[in-house]
């Protein structure tokens, strides 16, 4: 069990900087963490980097949170989504002894504030009521990590995590009672879960429960002490020479673009095949955000399958056009050369 430190005051902001681009995964403008530390402490997690001691030796249990949210959240737009992903897991066990979280998830409610959570933890089903109002009242989305179905491995890859399998009967279930719910394949671990089996079988379960959408992205390796750790996550799952990476990393803390691009196919391509939505559909986040906001995800999304499929240059265009209206642009010039365009102006004319 990891030590709790009750933390009362902090002079920092909860919420994190508008965000200079919007977040295509979560769909988010801002991020917020709750607890700082994370009993859970899956060894492949970026946030073992943000400290010098263990993940999940210690707990920091911010008791004043959802106060300070709640004077923050005055100076936010109700279009723009927070999104609970950063640094741990809100649901993690110390959540049941001081429900930090939940009045969390109160606080955004009372506002009307759209909303995406990220966790492995079937707790979250006790909330499952303020999730149906926040979605009521503005957007409310929750989604699950999912890195195999093996549970053998899993159990090596996230530790004290829930199985896959669990996960996956949590999603349904807030799904049954009318939350949307997606899967984050995040990582995906070149020589880990990465095989076509693993792939599928992933995607197979993820259409058998019944999500909305799935997103992806590749392990990054940000420097020297978390290739370390990698280097510790495949002693433990296999015998791979630590050179196998070189070839699909070049030097560099993100996968080569040619490793991504066959992976994206291949991924894409069962979702197509499964009917399984590879970012958040239009259809959830339509009318429910900022105009520019959900102009500019609509646009970051079909860049996505642009790229996939091979159209560069209207990947260019939309990935361009997603920025500057994002920024406020709500004329930019080269949106007549989208396809898309009819709807994009639909959507910016709703904010007029």
């Given at each position: 069990m990891a030590n709790y430190l009750r933390d009362f005051t902090s002079e920092a902001p909860v919420l994190s900087a508008r965000r200079p681009t919007i977040n295509e995964f979560f769909l988010s403008a801002y991020t917020l963490s709750i607890y700082t530390g994370c009993e859970i402490g899956c060894p492949y997690c970026d946030s073992w980097l943000f400290g010098d001691r263990p993940l999940n030796e210690t707990v920091r249990i911010p008791l004043d949170l959802p106060q300070r949210l709640s004077a923050e959240l005055k100076a936010?737009?109700?279009?723009?989504?927070?999104?609970?992903?950063?640094?741990?897991?809100?649901?993690?066990?110390?959540?049941?002894?001081?429900?930090?979280?939940?009045?969390?998830?109160?606080?955004?409610?009372?506002?009307?504030?759209?909303?995406?959570?990220?966790?492995?933890?079937?707790?979250?089903?006790?909330?499952?009521?303020?999730?149906?109002r926040i979605n009521e009242g503005s957007l409310g989305i929750v989604m699950t990590t999912l890195l195999t179905m093996d549970p053998h491995?899993?159990?090596?890859?996230?530790?004290?995590?829930?199985?896959?399998?669990?996960?996956?009967?949590?999603?349904?279930?807030l799904k049954r009672a009318g939350v949307p719910v997606g899967v984050a394949l995040l990582p995906i671990m070149p020589y880990v879960n990465d095989t076509q089996s693993t792939l599928r079988a992933i995607l197979r379960a993820c259409a058998t429960a019944g999500v909305d959408f799935v997103v992806w992205d590749y392990l990054h390796i940000s420097n020297e002490r978390h290739r370390s750790r990698v280097n510790e996550i495949l002693a433990r799952v296999g015998t791979f020479p630590h050179s196998y990476y070189r070839d699909i990393y070049q030097g560099q803390s993100t996968v080569s673009p040619d490793y991504r691009h066959d992976r994206d196919v291949e991924l894409m391509n069962r979702c197509d095949g499964l009917n399984l939505e590879p970012r958040v559909p239009h259809r959830i986040y339509a009318g429910k955000l900022r105009p520019t906001n959900e102009a500019a995800l609509l646009l970051r999304h079909s860049a996505f399958r642009d790229r996939v499929q091979g159209?560069?240059?209207?990947?260019?265009?939309?990935?361009?056009?997603?920025?500057?209206?994002?920024?406020?642009?709500?004329r930019p010039a080269g949106l007549r050369e989208s396809p898309i365009a009819s709807t994009i102006r639909e959507i910016l004319d709703r904010g007029q």
């Open positions: 936010v737009d109700r279009g723009d989504l927070i999104a609970i992903t950063a640094l741990s897991d809100p649901y993690q066990p110390a959540e049941q002894i001081y429900g930090v979280t939940r009045q969390t998830l109160q606080v955004i409610a009372d506002h009307k504030q759209p909303c995406l959570l990220l966790t492995k933890s079937a707790s979250v089903l006790e909330d499952v009521s303020l999730f149906q491995l899993a159990e090596k890859l996230e530790g004290k995590a829930p199985p896959p399998a669990m996960r996956l009967e949590m999603l349904t279930e159209r560069d240059r209207v990947a260019s265009i939309h990935r361009n056009l997603a920025e500057q209206i994002y920024a406020g642009d709500t």
